[in-house]
């Protein structure tokens, strides 16, 4: 009876070890994302502990903390020390860019008529928004009377 159970065992763990990987081993020093509340977090490891899989890791924020290599991700170099502000890339400033207004030669400041969206791309109203009969806010506020008065308000 005993030999049919260990029989059982080995098959099912064959079959579960089909669709599973090894997970590699970190070593000291390695950065890293840790899981913290479903959001990845850069880390440090500072040292693999005696359980199975277990790490000692040092979150950005000085905490040390002890995570199953589940919940640890590899990542690319970077300092942790520095926060995430001072490691994106400058924004670019809208000052510079400029457009001449339909059938005029006098140009608009783009600030007027575009916005950065949060990702940083520049987004402007399309050509056929650009008219010499009529400004930007005007145009707003006939779209906004016009809108207003489908609505019966």
Do not use: C
């Not at 500072?46 to 000692?56: N, T």
């Not at 300092?79 to 400058?90: F, G, L, Q, T, W």
């Amino acid at each position: 009876m005993e030999k049919r159970f260990e029989e059982k065992k080995a098959k099912q763990k064959k079959y579960y070890d089909q669709g599973s990987r090894k997970q590699s081993i970190l070593k000291e020093g390695e950065t890293v994302r840790v899981q913290v509340e479903s959001k990845w977090k850069p880390a440090v490891i500072e040292e693999k502990l005696q359980k199975p899989r277990a790490y000692l890791v040092k979150m950005a924020n000085g905490q040390r903390v002890r995570r199953n290599r589940q919940h640890i991700r590899k990542t690319q170099n970077f300092d942790v020390s520095r926060p995430r502000e001072s490691r994106e890339r400058p924004s670019q400033t809208i000052e510079d860019f400029e457009f001449e207004v339909k059938g005029t030669n006098q140009k608009n400041s783009i600030q007027e008529q575009a916005y950065r969206t949060r990702s940083g791309r520049l987004s402007k109203p399309p050509d056929k928004l650009k008219s010499d009969k009529y400004s930007r806010t005007e145009l707003l506020e006939l779209g906004n009377r016009y809108s207003d008065k489908v609505q019966g308000i």
